[in-house]
């Protein structure tokens, strides 16, 4: 399933938990029909709990409610929490659940890594925000710095279409190749944007996103700033950040400088020696963790999406992604990162940068050649199919006793 660049749509940034949870809880209020969800880590707290509330009113009134959370990510949810859910209607799915071993999670690859949400067919978010309260900036000093999109036009249709194709949602063949008569209502206020919905996938799309990316340092003629939480991406796209800044493109990266893991930084300073001496300029963000997933070049592309550029989301994970040709969106973003470098981030200087000496060439070395090749790499690892595992809906109580009832009357057990 592939998408093409749709026009006429409406976009609004939204920065951190505190931004986009509010615009969530809006529009699943306003639900009338159907609501779809799709996260990596949905926690059970103040978050959590609120969009539990939200989903389960949407579910009471007649809405159409399908939820899909990651097995590795949204592991221990309670009974409570999910058959509350079930027992309102809710379809909900964990993407390959799979038990312990020796107490530890095994389903480490090829997970489900998006963060989608899409309400009527008719507006949807898409970006790196799960729903936790970490994303929120009274979290404290480990409150995550994220974005998100809101979207509403045209591309909203693929991206619903897309989402329910990956849940097997029993409403994913309706309308899409008929009659569209209802698409103009779902555009009545047409906006500026070119969107594109792009995904990878471990099938016909596994390098989508990356191939954005690529393009777009290809391309760019005055100006790129990258802001990604774990940095450390294939060899094409470090070559590519290079040749962009060697040409005279200011290239501007922004990676995590009080990491959420500390082999985050270990990864990313071991590519900095090649960056910074190719004419990149590096910084990190200090304020707190760094989660975007974020890009802009020139005066109209922009990214905004779940995609890291790491091996995992570069190789792995399932990953989502909106690319925008917009000029006022682009601004807003642009504006957004000029603030985080001038407000929050320390470039890495000369003086910063690691040693060069024998270990860390050989280091070096070795960064370069596994970067070069994990995705032919990627290709050993353990290629289940991972399964969809659906959340029956709990045996009410008086069903229980309905069905005793009839069992004692006609002398069978129950």
């Not at 389960?56 to 399908?66: P, W």
């Not at 470090?238 to 040409?247: N, W």
């Not at 200087?349 to 070795?366: F, H, M, S, Y």
């Not at 090749?373 to 969809?388: C, E, M, V, Y």
């Amino acid at each position: 399933m592939s998408f093409n660049w749709r026009d006429g749509n409406q976009l609004r940034l939204l920065e951190n938990g505190d931004e986009f949870f509010p615009r969530v809880w809006g529009a699943i209020q306003r639900a009338e029909r159907t609501l779809l969800l799709e996260t990596f880590i949905l926690f059970e707290d103040e978050v959590g709990n609120d969009l539990h509330e939200a989903l389960l009113h949407a579910a009471q009134r007649g809405v159409k409610v399908e939820v899909m959370v990651d097995g590795y990510g949204s592991p221990d949810l309670s009974d409570r929490f999910v058959n509350s859910l079930t027992a309102a209607g809710v379809r909900f799915i964990y993407y390959d659940p799979r038990p312990l071993v020796l107490g530890m999670r095994t389903n480490v690859f090829r997970r489900l890594h998006r963060k989608i949400v899409v309400i009527d067919e008719a507006i949807a978010f898409v970006g790196g925000i799960n729903f936790s309260a970490e994303h929120n900036i009274d979290f404290g000093a480990e409150a995550k710095q994220d974005y998100a999109v809101e979207v509403k036009g045209p591309v909203v249709l693929d991206i619903a279409q897309y989402v329910q194709q990956q849940m097997g949602s029993e409403q994913h063949t309706r309308r899409w190749w008929g009659a569209r008569s209802h698409r103009p209502a779902v555009n009545a206020m047409p906006g500026e944007a070119q969107v594109l919905f792009v995904y990878r996938d471990n099938d016909e799309h596994r390098d989508d996103i990356e191939q954005h990316y690529l393009a777009m340092l290809r391309k760019a003629q005055k100006d790129v700033i990258i802001a990604n939480a774990y940095f450390f991406p294939g060899y094409r796209l470090l070559r590519e950040m290079r040749s962009a800044a060697q040409r005279g493109v200011r290239v501007r990266l922004i990676v995590q400088g009080e990491p959420d893991m500390p082999i985050v930084k270990v990864g990313a300073e071991l590519l900095y020696n090649y960056l910074v001496d190719g004419g990149v300029e590096v910084y990190e963000y200090c304020r707190r963790p760094l989660h975007g997933k974020i890009a802009v070049q020139d005066q109209q592309w922009s990214t905004v999406g779940s995609s890291n550029l790491d091996p995992l989301s570069l190789s792995l994970n399932l990953e989502a992604n909106l690319m925008v040709h917009d000029r006022a969106f682009n601004q807003t973003l642009r504006d957004n990162l000029e603030l985080l470098i001038q407000q929050d981030c320390v470039r890495v200087e000369d003086d910063k940068l690691p040693p060069r000496n024998w270990w860390q060439l050989t280091k070096g070395v070795i960064v370069f050649h596994f970067l070069r090749h994990f995705p032919a790499i990627a290709g050993w690892l353990p290629a289940h199919t991972p399964r969809l595992s659906q959340v029956a809906p709990p045996v009410q109580p008086e069903m229980e006793t309905q069905d005793r009832v009839e069992a004692d009357n006609s002398g069978a057990k129950p």
